[in-house]
DNA sequence: ATGCGGCGAGAGCGGTGCTCTTGTTTGGGT
DNA sequence: ACCCAAACAAGAGCACCGCTCTCGCCGCAT
């Protein structure tokens, strides 16, 4: 992150901030961040309410800390499955790496995915800051399709963008730096909306009554993205 | 919804319940549903807090009647424009009619669309009498799928469910009545779980530095997804 | 006519985020 | 080595919240 503190005062700082975040963490996994109070971290601290105020100058601000932590818990997740799943050049496999890590990680921490991909708090809009943490598993579904070569074998034709769209994604690749090709990018932003609406799904409660245990249904609809994905 | 209210005082509380929730609905659509303060509600009506409790027992409760309000908002807005675009047979047009239907809706309701949508309120678990509003817009995906017959073209092959998702879906099937095979059942979730991510991606912010104008993605998205659809 | 039940209002409880003031500790510049 | 400014913790307090309880009032069915 920074330097290292040098004083003894900047060290405790950055531990009491880390301190505040891990119990701030624990309440919003337990409870969600509708519940997260201030005062009740302040409490478990042992310290005044008022005294937080040193460290985080609003609860958003405590909120948005939290988020950028979800945000890089998911992506090194998901990197770490990614990496494990396909350095070999098998596409497919890394790419349901990526699902299944994102899946379980949401399952595992619902409140913070919902945090992070749920509804946003009332206020909030991103700080540059977040911009790295928020573009990790993005950039490894960017990567995997880099990976996977130029040879697309997906059931849609390779220049199959309309122009608006093209140009609008031609400038966002420039951009962004990315090698991939705007179709390319089309298809990602296609699959991982589609994944995230089912991981959604199933944890707000929408596939009561169809899919309700997701598991296979999930399996299905990675299987049939990666098909779209032309990954082999 | 029930028999009309005999005396005065039932006209009265009919009244005064509706009221109620379009001044919430007010509210909510303003601040959002974290900010929505029962206070503030009862203030605007000029009657005491403790007042509303004889119409709402908490406030959950207010914000579960928004819930099936919205629902049921989206819902009949979806089957007036599936109506509206696909009476004489035109599927992918009614298809269509329905994303973009749920789209404009939840862009002009951001708050309720994060609402039913989004992460749900901490302690919510719907109520039986939710399910027939929260059925809707699926519904109206199984109607366009059974019209437009059984000759299916998509570029998935027709029996292409793995064994255990076949036989769940079969028992969805058979529970709800349903008088579609269970591959379509799967194409259905698949599409609609598509869509929503988009449009949640769209208004939370999660496609900034992509399909930022999410405009001709989207259209792009829904035509894809109607390919797979299989889709006239 | 009467009694009961729905109703509105008020006071009040415990909780929240946040601010302001007060006194203390700490560390760097002289 | 000293001194002062900055960082810090704590407490009181403000305005607000959801919710409960009690109290009078009034319409309605008996």
Redesign the pocket.
């Known amino acids: 992150m920074t330097a290292a503190p040098?004083?003894?005062?900047d060290r405790?700082?950055a531990e009491?901030t880390h301190e505040i975040k891990d119990v701030a963490r624990r309440h919003l996994a337990a409870e969600g961040a509708q519940r997260?109070?201030?005062?009740?971290v302040a409490r478990e601290l042992?310290?005044?309410?008022?005294?937080l105020?040193?460290?985080f100058?609003?609860?958003?601000e405590l909120l948005t800390a939290l988020i950028v932590d979800a945000y890089d818990a998911v992506g090194e997740r998901v990197e770490r499955a990614v990496e494990a799943a396909g350095p070999a050049g098998h596409p497919r496999a890394a790419w349901r790496g990526l699902c299944d890590a994102v899946r379980s990680w949401a399952r595992e921490h619902p409140h913070e995915y919902a945090l992070i991909y749920g509804s946003p708090v009332p206020g909030y809009q991103a700080p540059d800051d977040t911009l790295a943490p928020f573009s990790r598993v993005p950039f490894a579904l960017l990567g995997i399709l880099r990976d996977s070569g130029p040879d697309f074998a997906g059931p849609f034709g390779e220049a199959d963008l309309p122009g608006p769209l093209a140009t609008q994604f031609e400038a966002v690749v420039e951009a962004g730096g990315l090698d991939v090709p705007p179709a390319t990018l089309a298809r990602a932003v296609f699959a991982w909306a589609g994944v995230f609406g089912i991981v959604s799904f199933e944890l707000f409660g929408q596939l009561a009554g169809s899919a309700d245990p997701a598991d296979p249904f999930f399996a299905y609809a990675v299987d049939r993205h990666a098909d779209l994905l032309g990954l082999a």
Chains 1, 2 share one sequence.
């Open positions: 040098r004083t003894a005062r405790a700082r009491l997260l109070s201030l005062r009740a042992g310290m005044a309410s008022s005294a105020y040193r460290y100058p609003s609860r958003d």
